[in-house]
């Protein structure tokens, strides 16, 4: 993912504002997916020449973001950025390490997942691998529910280091090295809630 075909949005944004926004700027509305256990919410716009925006909510995570593809999805992101308050990848890899709220950690994890590179990056592993031995259970669950969709080779010694020494998550642990280990990894979703 990069910034040009991903945005993760501020609080303030929500589907009602997102609707309305698209309506204001004549982009026709393609289709939408109710909540569902296992079902993020979206809403698909299209522009008059064919660039998509699905508009995504993630309850599990608390995130709202936008995926662009098309021929104008930079111009588009551009758009967006300037018109909605977004979070920049840049920003929370800076300000989460520094945070002590457990739920910053789950937050800030979620909104990282969703920007989170296909190659190894070496910011985005030390932040998981910062949660994955973080004090709070909540935060190292969190670090494992989004570190699927990751493909990185080097998580999995992280994952199996952490079952070594953990008690109170090792079951979601072990699932989750067990996904790594099948190659799973490459074939799931970028998406936080996977």
């Known amino acids: 993912m990069s910034e040009d075909d991903t945005l993760v949005f501020r609080e303030s944004v929500d589907r009602d504002r997102i609707v309305a926004f698209a309506r204001r700027l004549g982009w026709s509305a393609s289709g939408d997916v109710q909540r569902g256990h296992f079902v993020l919410a979206s809403e698909r716009f299209t522009t008059s020449d064919g660039t998509t925006i699905e508009y995504l909510e993630d309850h599990t995570g608390d995130v709202r973001f936008a995926q662009l593809s098309g021929p104008s999805q930079t111009s588009v992101a551009a758009i967006l950025r300037e018109s909605l308050p977004c979070y920049e990848a840049s920003e929370l890899l800076r300000t989460l ?19 989170r590179p296909k190659q190894t990056n070496t910011l985005y592993l030390s932040l998981w691998s910062r949660a994955l031995n973080h004090a709070d259970a909540s935060v190292r669950r969190a670090a494992v529910r989004t570190c699927y969709g990751c493909t990185w080779p080097e998580l999995l010694p992280l994952v199996l280091g952490r079952i070594a020494v ?29």
């Open 97 to 115: 390490p520094d945070s002590k709220e457990p739920i910053e950690w789950l937050r800030g994890l979620s909104r990282l997942a969703v920007y």
């Open 166 to 194: 953990e008690r109170e998550i090792k079951r979601p642990l072990q699932a989750l090295a067990r996904h790594l280990k099948s190659g799973a990894a490459g074939s799931a979703t970028t998406r936080p809630s996977a």
